[in-house]
């Protein structure tokens, strides 16, 4: 499950509770009705913090394209439970996307109506090249972006995790902050 949120300043404590009423109230109401006890869940919730601009887009077009990943749709269009369908503008109630944010978050003055078209192409692109695997940028990074907004996040990780920032592309971009492999031994 993928959730793309965004959040404010001291937001970090309140998210936390979130997504453990969350990942609670989801586990009952799965249980009660598989007839089941346990944990749904194998581990706790991984956060990637986002730049904004082209990082954003592509985070977008990687969770959309999780299901297809999975074998599970040819199309995202094909998935309920997706942002896809309200992005394109299909799904009429129960939207969850803010559609006046978005075009702000994504920069460089986009509407709305421009997103959906670069959005879509985007995603029958990835589908036509079969681009769709897993990317460990969005898997196991603490931040993706451009180069001074990975080290303002990796200068605000506390002192008790050892993190990285580095270059991931051939021409530096995208930037990841991650956790330091070495300081496990």
Same mark, same amino acid.
């Given at each position: 499950?993928? +959730? +793309?949120? *965004?959040?404010?300043?001291?937001? /970090? ?17 799965? =249980?009660?009705? %598989? %007839? ?7 581990? #706790?919730?991984? /956060?990637? @913090? ?5 990082? $954003?887009?592509?985070?977008? *077009?990687?969770?959309? $394209? =999780?299901?297809? #990943? ?24 129960? *939207? +969850? ?6 075009? #702000? /978050? $994504? ?15 985007? !995603?029958?692109?990835? !589908? ?13 990074? $603490?931040?993706?972006?451009?180069? =001074? ?6 200068? #605000?990780?506390?002192?008790?995790? %050892?993190?990285?920032?580095?270059? @991931? ?6 930037? !990841? ?9």
């Amino acid at each position: 499950m993928h +959730l +793309l949120l *965004r959040v404010g300043e001291g937001w /970090t404590e309140a998210l936390a509770r979130f997504m453990q009423a969350l990942e609670g109230e989801f586990v009952q109401y799965y =249980n009660r009705r %598989k %007839k089941r006890s346990g944990a749904f869940w194998s581990d #706790r919730y991984h /956060t990637v @913090m986002i730049d904004t601009g082209e990082y $954003l887009w592509r985070c977008l *077009r990687y969770i959309d $394209l =999780n299901m297809v #990943r999975a074998g599970a749709v040819k199309h995202p269009g094909e998935w309920a439970w997706c942002g896809y369908r309200e992005l394109l503008g299909l799904r009429k109630r129960n *939207r +969850l996307i803010d559609q006046a944010e978005l075009p #702000r /978050t $994504l920069g460089d003055g986009v509407s709305f109506d421009g997103f959906r078209s670069g959005y879509d192409e985007g !995603i029958q692109e990835a !589908i036509t090249r079969q681009d769709v695997k897993r990317e460990s940028l969005w898997t196991e990074s $603490l931040a993706v972006g451009g180069r =001074n907004f990975v080290e303002e996040v990796g200068g #605000r990780i506390p002192n008790r995790m %050892k993190v990285v920032v580095e270059s @991931m592309g051939d021409e530096g971009e995208p930037w !990841i902050v991650r956790e330091d492999q070495e300081a496990y031994g």
